[in-house]
T-cell receptor, first 113, second 112 residues
């Protein structure tokens, strides 16, 4: 399997807390992505990055923010968590060039009480 | 808007049988990819087929692509209980090399 790691795997936290979901990859991939997935549903792209200091919003509007100051690290932050943020968050990366598959982490399942 | 849409939404078969899942999409594509997701895990890439290809094989997997019908199919032959998972198709739209748009997936259950 691919070397992309997400922590924590599960997080249950109260409303209003600041949350950072970690994602790291050891493959040297330029491109990284964050997806949101509700149970039994499709993945929605919420953020992506084509390289260091490059971040873009995805197709699904999200109150989260991301940063990319190192190639291997792409954390996602929620400044003030709300119950509507309850979901699974999946991080992925891919190498440069067209027609390349994405490699996924195992996700963080987030529950906001 | 959703690009890929899988059919059926759920499929239950016996071990040893073949499983076929279909995917339809709406706009032109650079490539189409199939992924597997085991419960509670991330997605694992299975096969990528480019827009100028019609068929690809990988072990027990066979993928076809019909760009005139904007559809693809994934065939898993001689299924095993370990194949139980959700299967997603994802498209890279024409003009975009990297952004994937996923369908809702097919939940495949292989009964031993």
């Amino acid at each position: 399997e691919a070397d992309i790691y997400q922590t924590p795997r599960y997080l249950v936290i109260g409303t209003g807390k600041k949350i950072t979901l970690e994602c790291s990859q050891t493959m040297g991939h330029d491109k990284m992505y964050w997806y949101q997935q509700d149970p039994g549903m499709e993945l929605h792209l919420i953020h992506y990055s084509y390289g260091v200091n490059s971040t873009e919003k995805g197709d699904l509007s999200s109150e989260s923010t991301v940063s990319r100051i190192r190639t291997e690290h792409f954390p996602l932050t929620l400044e003030s968590a709300r119950p509507s943020h309850t979901s699974q968050y999946l991080c992925a990366s891919s190498p440069g060039g067209s027609n390349q598959p994405q490699h996924f982490g195992d996700g963080t399942r987030l529950s906001i009480l | 808007s959703q690009q890929g849409e899988e059919d059926p939404q759920a499929l239950s078969i016996q071990e040893g049988e073949n499983a076929t899942m279909n995917c339809s999409y709406k706009t032109s594509i650079n490539n189409l990819q199939w992924y597997r997701q085991n419960s509670g895990r991330g997605l694992v890439h299975l096969i990528l087929i480019r827009s100028n290809e019609r068929e690809k094989h990988s072990g027990r997997l066979r993928v076809t692509l019909d760009t005139s019908k904007k559809s693809s199919s994934l065939l898993i032959t001689a299924s095993r209980a370990a194949d139980t998972a959700s299967y997603f198709c994802a498209t890279v739209p024409g003009g975009s090399n990297y952004k994937l748009t996923f369908g809702k997936g097919t939940l495949l259950t292989v009964n031993p």
